[in-house]
């Protein structure tokens, strides 16, 4: 009981501190961000937040979940006086006309979005320090991003370190039959070379128009980039993430040698702890539920530290 009243009054402190906090909706490009910044904080450090793969918002939701990352993560960085700016994903909400045709996207576009973000941050003398937090896919918009244009800080939150068509298929191999999944393997080989699947095979109905699209974010390297960036980076796993390999974090801690690294036996895919299969199902659509203390505690200890290494 003591335990669950010192919880609750720590989460009454950090709602007080969000609603005290400036928030404010801009607009860069065509790209739709809400900024949070802790009152009475003079230049603070300011942490870009990108979500993870499908149509996410900026609160770190989607069309079929809605955990809340990303919208309970700027809560906590800023009751800790870190500043973030979090946006809508091109295709959240709906694609607009702004982006162009949906089939001539391309995964650049997520990384163009993230470096207009930073130089629109940039451009205010308002903050100290610019951090990238990416989470999931976001870690590797992230790390592109980064290859782009200066930041103090990367931080990459149960980031894969394999190109995104062969974790599709490890993560699809697990879950379906030898015969159903034989099919849609080949079909994402074929995809990643630069073919057209035409049929596609059944479970795996991309269009052809849409597959280029989907070919330059299935081919994405994480690790090149990675090993050549001098950024001081953090990297954060979870052992109870069905999504992310341990081997994952393993190879993007050996790729950014200087980086810090943090293992969190309990902590899953969307950032909270778990105690089983089904608690970890349930809490892709628990907004509620807080998230891992010791990863936080992590992300704002790098986040607010003043050597570059």
């Known amino acids: 009981m003591r335990i669950r009243a010192l919880l609750a009054a720590l989460a009454f402190l950090i709602s007080v501190a969000a609603a005290s906090a400036e928030e404010s909706r801009v607009r860069v490009g065509a790209i739709d961000a809400v900024l949070t ?15 993870g793969s499908g149509s996410t918002d900026h609160d770190g939701n989607g069309p079929q979940i809605k955990p809340a990352t990303l919208k309970k993560l700027a809560e906590q960085l800023v009751a800790r006086d870190i500043a973030t700016l ?3 994903k091109r295709g959240a909400g709906g694609w607009k006309p702004a982006f162009g045709k949906a089939e001539d996207f391309r995964f650049k576009d997520y990384v163009d979005d993230a470096v207009a973000l930073v130089d629109y941050l940039r451009s205010s ?6 951090a990238l937090v990416g989470h999931s896919e976001g870690g590797l ?18 980031t894969a370190a ?47 128009a849409m597959q280029p699209s989907v070919a330059s974010a299935l081919t994405a390297d994480p690790i090149d980039p990675l090993l050549k960036l001098m950024v001081p980076t953090l990297i954060v796993a979870g052992g109870e993430d069905h999504q992310i390999a341990r081997l994952d974090f393993l190879a993007l801690s050996t790729a950014a040698l200087v980086a810090k690294t943090l293992w969190l036996p ?22 509620e539920r807080p998230l891992d203390a010791d990863m936080i505690d992590a992300v704002t200890a790098f986040l607010l530290a003043s050597k570059t290494r």
């Open 162 to 208: 394999r190109k995104q068509g062969d974790l599709l298929k490890a993560q699809l191999e697990k879950k379906l039959s030898a015969d159903a999944f034989a099919p849609i393997a080949k079909a994402i080989d074929a995809i990643m070379a630069g073919e057209i699947v035409d049929p596609p095979p059944a479970g795996f109905a991309i269009p052809p």
């Open 86 to 88: 979090r946006y809508d």
């Open 125 to 130: 003398d308002r903050f100290s320090k610019i």
């Open 266 to 287: 309990p902590m899953n895919h969307v950032l909270v702890d778990v105690s089983d299969d089904a608690d970890d199902v349930a809490s892709y659509n628990q907004p």
């Open 141 to 158: 918009v992230g790390i592109l991003a980064a290859s782009r244009t200066h930041v103090d800080r990367l931080v990459l939150l149960a």
């Open 37 to 51: 910044v802790p009152s009475g904080v003079e230049r603070p450090v300011v942490a870009l937040l990108i979500a």
